[in-house]
């Protein structure tokens, strides 16, 4: 399909599915909640009411128009650019949200891996969020895109891991040799009576299907993979790829969703996914989330269960791993579907009161927490049959007066199927990564993270690797 074909179905579908589908149900859901008149004399804002959507949809916890965005001299405020003559402010009045980001890494593998080596790569995102409520076009309705590319290559081929010591490097692209630029997710959301909300597209389902908000964040938290996010869900839906869920939040403890999407590996990041329109191979998630307090200590458990009818031929991993680059495909006898159960937790132990600095609203508040996530796979027909990480990170709580540094300290496990062991004898029974990170707030728009990672990669021929990097991440 040529660039102006997709263009013009993207734009028809999305025209269409307003206009015929999401206008009226829209209307239905204000009219029952009485909310068409709450915000100024707009329409319901999706993005007033939960802008954590937001958050999850950028893997970044802040945006431009958000509750904690801060105007003023270039050491205040929250964007590099600030506001230049009014206008973006303007733009976020009518429902237009814009915000972009540069994130930088000089790495070096000091030893061990598959190879030692200083690299300096980085990434752009472009986020864009058009909520209809504030446009006063009709309440509840929001449309999302996120464009991305990625400049030079980085130290994942120099570690060797199966997991990639730089989680970033692998967007939009996995070719590490390859610059390039693409519009990686583009969907629409549409809340409904009964606190409900829907949402279809191309999307990343890591950004919702294993989020925590701990450790969920690659571009100022943790870099090594299995520290940011699951591998196991990788195996069902490729970064990225048609979606649709349904969602449903009977309280503020609870949340349920359920999702279907493409699982046949033909829809990345830069291709067009009409093409892969085809109910062959999909996949069916149920996601559970449990929000609480104790002692006035925020937690969340999640849990996720996982169907694929995906017929794998070899022991297979999803494109965000190095395997197939470092041993080849192995192949099994033919397997048609697969299955998964994974979770993780968060878990305050200290909150620290809000005194000064920059706000926190809708945020995870200053103190220290605990994480971990966890997985389970057939051994039968998975690289990763189970995984493991636990970690503690803190927020405002480290040197006296900086109120808005951050840390982290985490371990990850990636325990290798027995069965794909007995085929081969080139990997270890796991893959192991330690990380430490320290991120500065050297202005509100810029950040300046230190790491280091001891990474005992899978592959036998790699001996541990030790890494240390920097990584700054700017907001325009």
């Known amino acids: 399909m040529n660039t102006t074909a997709f263009w013009r179905k993207l734009l028809l579908g999305l025209a269409m599915l307003a206009l015929i589908g999401f206008g009226p149900s829209a209307s239905a859901a204000a009219e029952t909640s009485g909310e068409d008149s709450t915000q100024g004399e707009g329409k319901f804002s999706l993005i007033e009411a939960a802008p954590e959507l937001y958050y999850a949809a950028m893997r970044y916890d802040k945006f431009f128009g958000d509750a904690n965005t801060v105007q003023g001299g270039i050491f205040e405020r929250s964007y590099l650019l600030g506001d230049p003559g009014g206008y973006r402010q303007k733009f976020v009045d009518h429902g237009l949200y814009m915000d972009i980001g540069v994130t930088q890494f000089l790495q070096r593998n000091t030893s061990g891996g598959n190879n030692k080596n200083t690299r300096f790569n980085g990434s752009t995102d472009l ?47 996995t070719d590490s040799s390859n610059n390039n630029w693409a519009l990686s997710q583009w969907y629409v959301l549409q809340s409904l009576p009964a606190n409900l909300l829907v949402g279809a597209g191309k999307m990343n389902f890591a950004s919702w299907g294993d989020t925590n908000p701990l450790a969920s964040r690659e571009r100022t938290q943790f870099t090594y993979s299995g520290l940011v996010v699951n591998p196991i869900p990788g195996e069902y839906f490729p970064y990225t790829t048609l979606i649709g869920w349904l969602n449903w939040k009977p309280n503020k403890s609870h949340s349920l969703t359920g999702v279907t999407g493409i699982n046949n590996g033909t829809a990345t990041a830069e291709a067009g996914t009409f093409d892969t329109l085809t109910t062959k191979d999909v996949s069916f998630v149920f996601d559970y989330v449990y929000t609480y307090e104790i002692a006035q200590r925020p937690g969340r458990f999640l849990v996720d269960l996982a169907y694929s009818n995906k017929e794998r031929n070899s022991f297979d991993i999803s494109e965000e791993r190095l395997f197939g680059q470092l041993i080849g495909a192995i192949p099994i006898q033919e397997k048609h579907s697969n299955y998964t159960l994974i979770g993780n937790f968060a878990q305050y132990l200290w909150v620290k009161e809000d005194s000064e600095g920059i706000t926190r609203n809708n945020l995870p508040p200053r103190g220290i927490g605990i994480f971990g996530r966890f997985g389970w796979h057939p051994e039968d027909r998975n690289v990763i049959d189970a995984f493991y990480s636990f970690g503690i990170r ?7 007066g900086r109120n808005n540094d951050e840390w982290g300290i985490g371990w990850a496990g990636s325990h290798i199927s027995d ?17 430490a990170y320290y991120n500065f707030m050297l202005t509100p ?29 700017v907001d325009w």
């Open 419 to 435: 069965d794909l062991r007995d085929l081969t004898d080139e990997l270890r029974k796991w893959e192991h990564a330690f990380e």
């Open 127 to 173: 986020w864009i969020w058009f909520d209809t409520g504030k446009a006063n076009l009709w309440p509840g309705g929001a449309f999302f895109v996120h464009g991305e590319g990625r400049w030079r290559s980085g130290i994942n081929n120099d570690v060797g891991s199966i997991q990639s010591a730089n989680y970033d490097q692998n967007f939009p692209d």
């Open 394 to 400: 803190g927020i405002g709580v480290s040197i006296p």
């Open 445 to 473: 728009a810029m950040r300046l993270s230190a790491n280091t990672q001891v990474i005992r990669p899978a592959v036998e021929d790699f001996d541990t690797a030790l890494t240390l990097g920097l990584r700054l991440q």
